[in-house]
């Protein structure tokens, strides 16, 4: 069902011409993405077949996205879905429903993709776009909290999948069905909150705060070292790559915020280090992925074929269990060519946003978030491969499409600092001549 209901968002994407547009657009993305489901809701057709599943997404995300001069049409992830298209068809052997499935969730992530760039081309129209944007953000935090917590009392809601129960007894997994997705997506929702913390609306300024700080609980609750690693190394380095014009009241408190939490969950982190300081099978697993990854080096075995293929050889991988490396995982699925089209648009937006940096308007904080979010999804992509599908694959690629029409788009001239950065510049180029 979440696929077709991800074909319904990006169509409301394409036609909110409205407020009130926006906002349910929003509504459904936080329902699908941020709420989460569990990544074994988010692998069937709801009753359609592979082909026809297919062929509506394709269908609907060109009409929608590609209306409106196509100014939010996911072109970036086009040479993607067109590589594995053509392998789908022609060249991998071994094509199931799982594969179709894998397939398509790589197709409603390029849609993701496309919605988060045309929610950041309407963000203008509306001088309390932001207010709008991070109290959803605020409310999936607080929904995600709110499960976490009934989680670690015993409540059973969104119980963790059965592949994984045994290993995450007595850590909360939110609606995400494993503690470090829900890790992961409150991390993402952080990147979001960050440039609003900028913001010239006071209110939407204090909720983002609000929403960061909240987001910390459930990363917490998820005992997830990895993810409170990666959450702590995003905010002290925004804190870090703030303008020198910022106050340092503000850098501060960021620090004491990652210290005061952190100091909360100390004693769990402490007893899961110590019950498991190797992280599980992450090494054996590892070690069967780069043993057979050469034996299908430039295509790969077919996303979704990972288990099948890689469990004929080992016995913990065909119990269902894939290796914990985002990177190698798609190395084996989709070859050497689709690993670079997967990645190559994220490390080409971070590289280009780098030289925004020194810019005290919107554009050079969405420039900073884009960056740091790259960053952190390639450290949490070593240790972890929940990534490369379902709700945090929507999210991630909804985060990039836009964050980085934010940091690449028409200034905020609403925003009295962008006058005083670009006469400031003009001046400097002006007196360097």
């Given at each position: ?7 319904v968002?990006?169509?409301l994407g394409?036609l ?8 349910i ?7 699908i993405?941020?709420f989460g ?8 057709f709801?009753g359609?077949?592979?082909?026809i599943?297919?062929?509506a ?7 929608a996205l590609f209306g ?8 970036a ?7 594995l298209?053509?392998?789908?068809i ?5 094509v199931?429903?799982?594969t179709w499935s894998s397939f398509?969730?790589?197709?409603v992530a ?15 129209e ?8 991070i109290?959803?953000c605020?409310a ?7 499960v976490?917590v009934l989680?670690?009392q015993?409540?059973m809601?969104?119980?963790s999948?059965?592949t994984t ?6 850590r909360a997994?939110?609606?995400f ?8 997506a ?8 960050l440039?609003v913390t900028?913001?010239v ?6 909720l983002a ?9 459930p990363?917490?609750?998820?005992v997830?070292r990895t ?10 380095l925004?804190a870090l ?6 106050k340092?009241?503000g850098?501060?408190?960021i620090?004491g ?5 952190g ?5 769990q982190f ?6 498991d300081?190797?992280?599980?099978a992450?090494?054996h697993?590892?070690?069967?992925a780069l043993?057979h990854?050469p ?7 077919g ?11 080992d ?5 269902g269990?894939p290796?914990?490396?985002m990177?190698l995982?798609?190395?084996?699925e989709l070859?050497?060519a689709?690993a670079?089209?997967l990645f190559?648009p994220?490390i080409v937006?971070?590289v280009?946003a780098i030289?925004a940096?020194?810019r005290?308007d ?5 420039s900073?978030a884009?960056?740091l979010?790259?960053?952190?999804v390639s ?7 929940g990534m490369l599908?379902?709700s945090?694959l929507?999210l991630?690629f ?5 964050l980085a ?14 006058i005083?950065?670009s ?5 400097r180029?002006?007196?360097?001549r």
């Amino acid at each position: 069902m979440s696929t077709i209901i991800a074909i319904v968002v990006a169509f409301l994407g394409a036609l909110s011409f409205s407020a009130i547009g926006v906002t349910i657009t929003l509504s459904a993305i936080i329902v699908i993405a941020l709420f989460g489901l569990p990544r074994s809701n988010l692998l069937g057709f709801a009753g359609l077949n592979a082909p026809i599943a297919m062929s509506a997404m394709v269908i609907v995300g060109i009409v929608a996205l590609f209306g409106r001069k196509g100014k939010s049409f996911p072109f970036a992830f086009v040479p993607l879905i067109a590589y594995l298209l053509v392998l789908m068809i022609l060249g991998w052997t071994n094509v199931t429903d799982s594969t179709w499935s894998s397939f398509n969730g790589y197709v409603v992530a390029a849609l993701a993709f496309g919605v988060g760039l045309y929610l950041a081309n309407r963000h203008q129209e509306s001088p309390r776009f932001d207010r709008w944007f991070i109290f959803f953000c605020f409310a999936a935090a607080v929904f995600q909290t709110l499960v976490a917590v009934l989680q670690t009392q015993g409540v059973m809601l969104f119980p963790s999948e059965s592949t994984t129960t045994e290993f995450t007894v007595g850590r909360a997994s939110g609606s995400f069905g494993h503690p470090g997705n829900l890790g992961k997506a409150m991390i993402f929702v952080v990147v979001l909150a960050l440039p609003v913390t900028r913001s010239v609306d006071a209110i939407a300024r204090r909720l983002a705060i609000l929403t960061i700080i909240v987001c910390l609980i459930p990363v917490g609750l998820s005992v997830s070292r990895t993810n409170f690693v990666v959450m702590a190394m995003v905010l002290v380095l925004w804190a870090l790559l703030l303008p020198r014009s910022s106050k340092l009241g503000g850098r501060l408190a960021i620090l004491g915020i990652v210290g005061v939490v952190g100091f909360l969950f100390l004693d769990q982190f402490i007893v899961r280090l110590t019950e498991d300081p190797a992280g599980g099978a992450r090494d054996h697993l590892a070690a069967v992925a780069l043993k057979h990854i050469p034996d299908n080096l430039l295509i790969g075995v077919g996303p979704g074929n990972y288990i099948p293929y890689f469990g004929q050889f080992d016995a913990l991988t065909g119990s269902g269990w894939p290796v914990h490396n985002m990177f190698l995982l798609a190395l084996a699925e989709l070859g050497l060519a689709g690993a670079v089209l997967l990645f190559f648009p994220s490390i080409v937006f971070s590289v280009r946003a780098i030289p925004a940096f020194r810019r005290t308007d919107e554009r050079g904080s969405y420039s900073r978030a884009l960056v740091l979010m790259t960053l952190a999804v390639s450290v949490v992509g070593l240790t972890s491969w929940g990534m490369l599908g379902g709700s945090l694959l929507y999210l991630w690629f909804f985060t990039l499409g836009y964050l980085a029409r934010r940091a690449f788009g028409k200034a905020d001239t609403s925003n009295p600092e962008v006058i005083t950065t670009s006469a400031v510049l003009r001046t400097r180029d002006h007196l360097a001549r």
